[in-house]
């Protein structure tokens, strides 16, 4: 059963750092791609984030220039490091990995529980 743990987030003040780490648990199968998403208080969940297969890293304007999405294949995990955060950074964030098992399996993919990241001064 492949599950994904996050964990890194927490309060912060604005212009703090903060980096997200979204680990793989329960398998050996590795990180095909992986997006990181965030979801605030009455809005909808909006890509933050997406580090494909073979194309290259997109983030969304809001964050471009602040966040970085990278992955460590050793470890299996995921990572989106904040920088410069501002109170519009409030939100839950989910990481979603799709796997690719191969072998005749199809592909599929899972989300992270999700970890609250809150900026205010």
């Known amino acids: 059963q492949v599950q994904l743990v996050e964990s890194g987030g927490g309060s912060v003040q604005p212009g703090d750092s903060l980096r997200l780490s979204c680990t793989v648990s329960?398998?050996?199968?590795?990180?095909?791609?992986a997006t990181w998403h965030r979801q605030a208080p009455g809005k909808q969940r909006e890509l933050v984030a997406a580090?494909?297969?073979?194309?290259?890293?997109t983030y969304a304007d809001f964050v471009k220039g602040r966040f970085i999405i990278s992955k460590d294949n050793a470890k299996n995990t995921v990572y989106l490091q904040m920088n410069n955060l501002e109170p519009e950074d409030t939100a839950l964030y989910y990481c979603?990995?799709?796997?690719?098992?191969?072998?005749?399996?199809?592909?599929?993919?899972?989300w992270g529980q999700g970890i609250q990241v809150t900026v205010s001064s």
């Open positions: 580090f494909p297969i073979t194309e290259r890293i």
């Open positions: 329960g398998s050996t199968l590795s990180i095909a791609s």
């Open positions: 979603n990995i799709l796997f690719r098992p191969g072998g005749g399996k199809p592909d599929f993919s899972s």
